[in-house]
Nanobody, 115 residues
Framework: QVQLVESGGGLVQHGGSLRLSCAAS????????MAWYRQAPGKERELVAV???????NYADSVKGRFTISRDNAKNTVDLQMNSLKVEDTAVYYC?????????WGQGTQVTVSS
């Protein structure tokens, strides 16, 4: 099992920046890729960004050019740098580890963007 703990959420104004961090522990050698998802009130959880073991990344169209996912394998962390935030980015953000075995999820961190 992999345990994930997110940090870095909060309240920011439209156009501002936030950096989310996710620390992994436990059976980290089972992790193939790590990702960030988000879920806004009344909406389904959606993929924001994913980074594979080799460093390849993929982003949702809505965040391309504004968000950057990065991974530090030595520290077992994955970060999400969010710039030019919009009100519609408001959501609970979840860290996800795609594992050889069951995936793991963090508890979520709230990001609120005010107009």
């Amino acid at each position: 099992q992999v345990q994930l703990v997110e940090s870095g959420g909060g309240l920011v104004q439209h156009g501002g920046s936030l950096r989310l961090s996710c620390a992994a522990s436990g059976n980290i050698f089972s992790i193939r890729a790590m990702a960030w998802y988000r879920q806004a009130p009344g909406k389904e959880r959606e993929l924001v960004a994913v980074i594979a073991d080799g460093g390849g990344t993929n982003y949702a169209d809505s965040v391309k050019g504004r968000f950057t996912i990065s991974r530090d394998n030595a520290k077992n962390t994955v970060d999400l740098q969010m710039n030019s935030l919009k009100v519609e980015d408001t959501a609970v953000y979840y860290c996800n580890a795609r594992c050889r075995g069951p995936d793991s999820w963090g508890q979520g961190t709230q990001v609120t963007v005010s107009s």
